[in-house]
């Protein structure tokens, strides 16, 4: 089924059709840094943002109703997009275990899928993920949001409500030093070095979005400085929508050690690897952990 307008009125949209779409599990998964849940909402949980150069808030009732708030029918399309809406996830999820042999691989990958539907991959702008995955490095959740909101407030362009992610431009002009002083520590130059590449060379994101294959688009993102596999995989599945991208972090890395068999690839979930990442990740850090 397809997501679809139900009505428009004072600037929010009631949209029906989304299925199993949850706006708290593709919120709080650690794949984007500008949206916050809002306290004392109306609805059963909200997230408010920006992104596209916009601010805008996600939000869901109880009966999993979505409504986007502050936006018109003419923006629909854009947040559809956004939020992977037209996506078909139960034909994702059949694929991730299609190749996997029956045994316990198979079946904690089952358990990981079932416990985490809802989780949607964003459509994010490609500059905006490069840089705030080189900000996450070594990182954690609130000191990477921290660091963006100074840059954003610092060099973005006023939007509604905020600021808007700063262009690779006004970075580069900036500099290295102004960038520093956005306590970002090591990671400056790094920033510096990736807006310096993606100001000068206009086509470098969309090469990137053009290789072939996972390895060539691999290695032109690690022809910037501190971009090593981790933060391209996570560039690649976030901002270019490259769903064979399988990021290994400490949670990705805890859960295959507690959960899989020692000789376990990962390159069995097949091209929807990225995906299945994102259900281990909330199935060992929110469910294994306890904290939902």
């Known amino acids: 089924m397809s997501a679809y307008i139900i009505s428009e009125k004072d ?20 794949q984007c840094f500008r949206f ?17 150069g916009r601010r805008v808030s996600f939000a869901q009732n109880e009966e999993g109703k979505l409504y986007i708030i502050g936006a018109t029918e003419k923006d629909f399309p854009t947040w559809e997009e956004y939020l992977s809406l037209s996506e078909d996830y139960d034909a994702f999820n059949t694929s991730i275990t299609a190749e996997m042999q029956d045994g316990a691989d198979k079946d904690v990958t089952l358990k990981a899928i079932r416990s985490s539907l809802g989780i949607r991959i964003l459509k994010q702008d490609r500059w905006e993920a490069l840089c705030s995955f080189i900000v ?3 990182n954690n959740i609130p000191r990477i949001k921290k660091i963006i909101s100074a840059m954003c407030e610092k060099y973005g362009a006023p939007i509604d409500g905020g600021f808007d992610f700063p262009t690779a431009d006004v970075l580069m002009n900036a500099g290295e030093e102004e960038i520093f002083n956005l306590r970002t520590g090591f990671r400056a130059k790094y920033i510096y070095d990736a807006a310096k590449k993606v100001s000068e ?3 470098f994101l969309e090469n990137v979005s053009l290789s072939q294959s996972y390895e060539d688009a691999e290695r032109l993102l690690s022809s910037v400085k501190g971009v090593g596999p981790k933060v391209a ?3 690649l599945l976030f901002g270019f929508g490259r769903y064979d991208a399988f990021p290994v972090d400490v949670w ?3 859960v295959l050690e507690k959960h899989y068999t020692k000789d376990f690839d990962y390159r069995v979930f097949g091209k929807y690897a990225g995906i299945a990442q994102q259900y281990l990740f909330y199935f060992e850090r929110y469910l294994n952990a306890g904290a939902e």
């Open 11 to 30: 600037n929010v949209l009631e949209i029906g059709g989304v299925g199993d779409f949850s706006v708290f599990r593709t919120f709080d998964c650690g």
């Open 36 to 52: 916050d849940p809002v306290e004392n909402s109306k609805y059963k949980c909200e997230f408010s943002g920006f992104a596209r």
């Open 136 to 138: 996450s490095q070594n």
């Open 201 to 203: 060379d206009k086509s």
């Open 233 to 235: 995989a996570c560039t």
């Open 252 to 254: 990705i890395k805890r």
